[in-house]
């Protein structure tokens, strides 16, 4: 597994490294460089509801460095043909994230952080200390491993950007909670109590 930023620290203008504490803490999972805008702009929106901290984290498979069955590694190198390799992968995500944060309004620096290699190993990591995770509904191989490892292992409370996005709708205008009594269902309610406190209306939903 590899940990490394790509940028030199001189290049890293409006970008923090580290995280300050105390305050909710929000990591932006970018496998995908089709879906990274999207989830930068529902990351950076999050971010400014409870005035917390934000991370974009690229998480993707290197068949050099994970740990995987020889066809899983192979399945891997296939991919380079038609989305070039690990490396260029990250080129490409970094360059949307480059893109989106000069043009982002919002002052408040941002931290960058690459993981590839072994993507379980990487989210483990990479998103431990997050209160939450945003991550894409879907995308290319690595989009889609990220997603149903933070949905079914990860425990953590994530937010998936909508499938159409609608400009007249802002975030946390409306928050609607599925509910029934369930110790899963109270745990995510709790996680999310700093935006369900930052929401304008909350509807309960609960089907008998």
Same mark, same amino acid.
């Given at each position: 597994? &590899?940990? #490394?930023?790509? %940028?030199?620290?001189? $290049?890293n203008a409006?970008?923090?490294? $580290? ?7 929000i990591a932006v999972? !970018?496998?995908?460089?089709? &879906?990274a805008r999207a989830?930068?702009?529902?990351g950076?929106a999050?971010t400014?509801? %409870?005035g917390? &901290?934000?991370a974009? %984290? @690229?998480?993707?498979?290197?068949p ?7 066809e899983?590694?192979d399945?891997q190198f296939?991919r $380079?043909? #038609? $989305?070039? &390799?690990?490396?260029e992968?990250?080129a490409?995500v ?6 989106w ?9 941002v ?5 590839s290699?072994d993507i379980?190993?990487?989210?483990d990591s990479?998103?431990r ?7 894409p ?5 690595d989009?889609?491993?990220?997603v @149903?490892?933070? +949905?079914?292992?990860s @425990?953590k !409370?994530?937010? +998936?950007p909508?499938?159409r996005?609608?400009r007249d ?5 409306h ?10 269902i109270e745990?995510?309610?709790r996680a999310?109590?700093p935006w369900l ?7 309960v939903?609960?089907?008998?």
């Open positions: 597994m &590899t940990l #490394y930023d790509s %940028v030199p620290s001189s $290049e409006g970008i923090e490294e $580290e995280a300050a504490g105390g305050v909710p803490k999972v !970018l496998p995908d460089p089709i &879906t989830c930068l702009d529902l950076d999050a400014l509801a %409870v917390g &901290t934000l974009a %984290v @690229h998480i993707g498979a290197d050099t460095s994970m740990l995987a069955s020889a899983e590694i399945i296939l $380079e043909r #038609y $989305e070039g &390799t690990a490396k992968r990250v490409q970094r360059s949307v994230f480059d893109e944060l000069s043009n982002r309004r919002e002052s408040s620096p931290c960058w952080r690459d993981c290699g379980d190993q990487c989210l990479e998103t200390d997050a209160d939450l995770v945003v991550v509904r879907t995308g290319n191989m989009a889609r491993d990220v @149903h490892g933070l +949905l079914f292992r @425990h !409370l994530c937010l +998936l909508p499938y996005q609608q709708v802002s975030f946390l205008d928050v609607a909670i599925g509910w029934k009594p369930d110790d899963r745990r995510a309610v999310a109590s406190k930052a929401a304008r209306q909350i509807t939903i609960c089907v008998d």
